[in-house]
């Protein structure tokens, strides 16, 4: 078994720490079986997988499959912001103009902007992205942290300091709260990233200001690369990345940690910064990372990567927990919600393809095309079921991102700067619609015991 150990606890007490932790795990471990017998829906899923209903929400609609005759189908999936297909919000960002900021609009106030309105929101959106020196000095330049994400919550925690009404949740002041975060948030992000860089590897340390004539994805590139240059391709590709991790539903992980928190009554930073935390892990925000480190042990340790019977062997090897990291996931395959296809991945995919054509990389292109194929395949003849399994949003964005030169450090903070756009959206709803602390039943199924006294202990 492995054994613990802890930088506060010396040698001598080591082995008393390791009963400890065995003791721990062992009170810990509930009988699976009971799972069933109590029809306990666990991760909030029913038997089939999907999730159980426990809140209503217009801000956006996930589906998978459709109803034929009464029974249900596997189809391509489709993402809708406010009864808009996010297909259609992203082209009008590739082709006229950026569209993150006109998408944030829409999950906010529920219909899209007209051009006046919109410029006044960039507009409030400009004029609030500032961070004082001060601030910059104080909380992003201490102590900055290996892992963005726990920066990005010390930030947004400490915001609350500097805020005159932090309590105070009435829509008018979450709406200003809320604002702020989505116009900080890029800064705060790619600053803790430069204060890591340069307090763990000496990097040199040059933090630049947003530039208020650009967008949120502009800015993000010309805050990150040392000469602030971009090309129009490069920054569109990000603002459509930005667009399709904006918001997936009421029930993704942090949206719904939002949620519960929300429903408390806290206030704004403890809620995004729950969200944060959530966001965090490798089973939501930090997939596209999982994803870009298990195509570098594939290059590493598969013979050779242009022969797919060789590609086949290593991802069976991935699914027979030999290789990668022994979980046996391919990771960036499957999807709780959609079948045939993931929408977001869709898009992603293609802009994928026409940056990899400009930057001369068509062959990484190919391989993650090839290994989609593959893992699609054998994941669907070792699972024996009739569900397609597909490719979903995270099997391509850290491609995407490695391609803008964005550092793997960002890319789960980078999921945040956009996430925060449905998150707010979120929690302005449950504050609108005043729900009921949110409070699912667990059932105890341990053993009611009587009290001894210490010395009769044994």
């Known amino acids: 078994m492995k054994t613990y150990s802890m930088m506060s606890i010396d040698e001598a007490l080591d082995a008393k720490f390791n009963e400890l932790v065995v003791s721990c795990m062992k009170s810990g471990a509930i009988d699976l079986n009971l799972y069933q017998e109590y029809d306990v829906k666990r991760g909030?899923?029913?038997?089939?997988?999907?999730?159980?209903?426990?809140?209503?929400?217009?801000?956006?609609?996930?589906?998978?499959?459709?109803?034929?005759d009464g029974v249900k189908e596997a189809a391509d999936g489709m993402l809708y912001y406010q009864g808009y297909d996010v297909k259609q919000l992203v082209g009008s960002g590739i082709d006229k103009r950026f569209a993150f900021e006109e998408t944030t609009y829409l999950l906010l106030f529920g219909h899209l902007p007209n051009e006046e309105q919109l410029e006044v929101f960039r507009g409030i959106l400009s004029g609030l992205q500032e961070l004082s020196g001060q601030f910059v000095r104080d909380v992003i330049m201490k102590a900055p942290s290996a892992n963005l994400m726990n920066g990005l919550q010390k930030s947004v925690l400490t915001l609350y300091s500097y805020d005159a009404n932090p309590d105070d949740?009435?829509?008018?002041?979450?709406?200003?709260?809320?604002?702020?975060?989505?116009?900080?948030?890029?800064?705060?992000?790619?600053?803790?990233?430069?204060?890591?860089?340069?307090?763990?590897?000496?990097?040199?340390?040059?933090?630049?200001?947003?530039?208020?004539?650009?967008?949120?994805?502009?800015?993000?590139?010309?805050?990150?690369r040392p000469d602030g240059q971009y090309t129009p391709l490069e920054a569109r590709v990000l603002d459509a990345a930005l667009v399709l991790h904006a918001?997936?539903?009421?029930?993704?992980?942090?949206?719904?940690t939002n949620h519960v928190v929300t429903s408390s009554g806290t206030?704004?930073?403890?809620?995004?910064?729950?969200?944060?935390?959530?966001?965090?892990?490798?089973?939501?925000?930090?997939?596209?990372?999982?994803?870009?480190?298990?195509?570098?042990?594939l290059r590493e340790n598969c013979r050779d990567i242009k022969d797919e019977g060789a590609l086949r062997e290593y991802l069976q090897d991935i699914l027979d927990r030999k290789a990668f990291d022994a979980t046996g996931l391919i990771y960036g395959m499957g999807h709780a919600v959609y079948t045939l296809s993931d929408p977001r991945e869709v898009v992603l995919k293609e802009y994928a393809r026409r940056l990899a054509d400009s930057k001369d990389m068509m062959d990484d292109f190919i391989l993650y095309d090839t290994v989609e194929r593959i893992a699609a395949e054998l994941l669907s003849n070792r699972?024996?079921?009739?569900?397609?399994?597909?490719?979903?949003?995270?099997?391509?964005?850290?491609?995407?991102?490695?391609?803008?030169?964005i550092p793997e450090e960002m890319f789960t903070p980078i999921f945040a700067i956009s996430r925060i756009a449905g998150w707010s959206a979120h929690r302005l709803e449950e504050l609108v619609n005043r729900g009921k602390i949110i409070r699912p039943a667990y059932k105890y199924v341990g053993h009611h015991r009587e009290y001894k006294k210490v010395d009769d202990r044994e």
């Open 267 to 297: 206030d704004t930073y403890s809620a995004v910064a729950a969200s944060i935390g959530s966001l965090k892990g490798p089973r939501h925000g930090g997939a596209n990372l999982k994803v870009q480190q298990m195509f570098a042990d």
């Open 383 to 405: 699972n024996h079921i009739v569900k397609p399994i597909c490719a979903n949003v995270d099997f391509y964005t850290g491609f995407i991102y490695t391609m803008l030169g």
């Open 169 to 224: 949740i009435s829509v008018p002041n979450v709406l200003r709260q809320s604002l702020q975060l989505i116009a900080k948030l890029p800064m705060i992000s790619v600053y803790n990233y430069h204060a890591y860089r340069h307090f763990h590897y000496f990097d040199s340390l040059v933090i630049k200001p947003a530039l208020k004539e650009l967008s949120i994805a502009e800015n993000i590139l010309q805050m990150l």
């Open 247 to 256: 918001e997936h539903g009421g029930g993704n992980n942090s949206t719904f």
């Open 44 to 68: 909030l899923r029913d038997s089939s997988g999907k999730g159980v209903l426990t809140g209503l929400t217009e801000i956006s609609d996930v589906t998978g499959y459709r109803i034929v």
